[in-house]
């Protein structure tokens, strides 16, 4: 279940979703399908629930809560994606085991809600690390991070936010680069608007595949207007992730916030994983991973014209460029490729379920 995340978010569904029916599971997913415009995919029991955003989010958890009332007995194991949905499940008695999906430092994320007041932001942390507290006592817990197990007294099996890495991958381009994720001030919308004036003489195009919220879509509409950049909203992760092959390089232009010193950003390795240089801001993760592998350049926060210099530094040095890409995809497909993850991920949902593998 969620009520936040698109129908199509690539952990739930392309990843998690997907290595159970694999598996041969029988799985019912409930999320906001109508709401986000999106179509269940045939390998799934759709169920429609509404969608918890900005400030209204309390008739989606009394959706959800009521689903699970109806469906407990039907199912062997629920698995919770949502710090929303731990209020629809909590109390109801013969209930199967409920698994929560840890994908964030939830009291970390608080400053970057714009919807949020800020003097209940305190009293709303406080009581995110109280809920974190009692699900951990109360249910079972996966953590897309390491980083995160230090807000929880156990230990917790960590399924990591990798992707599927292809079987070849085309060399990368020179004229085009992309950018994949959700689009926010705070994950660098106005630096990749501007990296774009800035290439546009170069005729570098600048591509960005991703849902903005509401403070960055008039600003992107206005660039799409003036022909600086191509905006092409959310797709389909794995639609999305086609748009990578033979670009330039990828973009990851995250602000220095608290949400994102312990967190990879997946974006880099799908990156990696379709062979191109990846461009990032000195967030922790990011550096150690594009370090390790010398698999792209690495620039100051807020900095649009050194990040439009690491492109056309990039794009003339065909030789670098492509050897980045190598390197990246080659330490993808070993280290990062979601198969190798996808096995631990259903063997431990099989056992808290009692299913016999």
Request: charged share 25%.
């Amino acid at each position: 279940m969620t009520v936040v995340h698109n129908p199509e978010d690539a952990r739930i569904l392309h990843r998690q979703i997907r290595a159970l029916v694999d598996a041969g599971h029988e799985v019912t997913y409930a999320a906001s399908f109508t709401a986000h415009g999106v179509v269940p995919r045939p390998w799934v029991n759709g169920v429609d629930l509404p969608r918890a955003a900005q400030r209204k989010r309390v008739a989606a958890v009394w959706a959800a809560r009521r689903l699970f009332k109806r469906m407990r007995d039907k199912v062997d194991l629920v698995l919770i994606h949502d710090p929303e949905l731990l209020f629809a499940v909590w109390g109801i008695r013969n209930r199967p085991p409920v698994v929560w999906d840890v994908h964030e430092d939830t009291p970390a994320t608080l400053s970057l809600k714009p919807w949020l007041p800020a003097p209940l932001r305190p009293p709303v942390r406080f009581l995110a690390r109280m809920l974190e507290g009692t699900a951990e006592r109360h249910m079972h817990l996966l953590l897309a991070e390491t980083a995160y197990a230090g807000r929880f007294k156990h230990a917790h099996l960590i399924v990591p936010n990798e992707t599927w890495v292809p079987d070849s991958v085309t060399p990368p381009g020179d004229d085009r680069i992309v950018y994949l994720g959700w689009l926010s001030k705070a994950r660098g919308v106005v630096e990749a608007v501007e990296v774009a004036k800035l290439l546009q003489p170069y005729r570098v195009a600048v591509e960005l595949i991703g849902y903005a919220d509401p403070q960055s879509r008039p600003m992107l509409n206005q660039a799409v207007t003036e022909g600086l950049l191509e905006w092409r909203d959310f797709m389909p992760n794995d639609e999305a992730l086609k748009r990578l092959d033979g670009a330039l390089a990828g973009l990851s232009l995250l602000h220095d916030e608290p949400n994102y010193r312990h967190s990879m950003p997946t974006k880099i390795v799908e990156y990696m994983a379709h062979g191109i240089p990846v461009i990032t801001t000195p967030s922790p993760r990011a550096v150690e991973l594009v370090e390790r592998y010398d698999s792209g350049v690495v620039v100051p926060w807020e900095d649009p014209k050194a990040v439009a210099q690491a492109v056309l530094t990039l794009r003339d040095d065909v030789r670098e460029r492509r050897a980045q890409g190598a390197r990246g995809y080659a330490a993808a497909r070993a280290n990062h490729h979601w198969p190798n993850s996808a096995k631990r991920f259903v063997a431990q949902l099989e056992a808290w379920a009692g299913v016999k593998p």
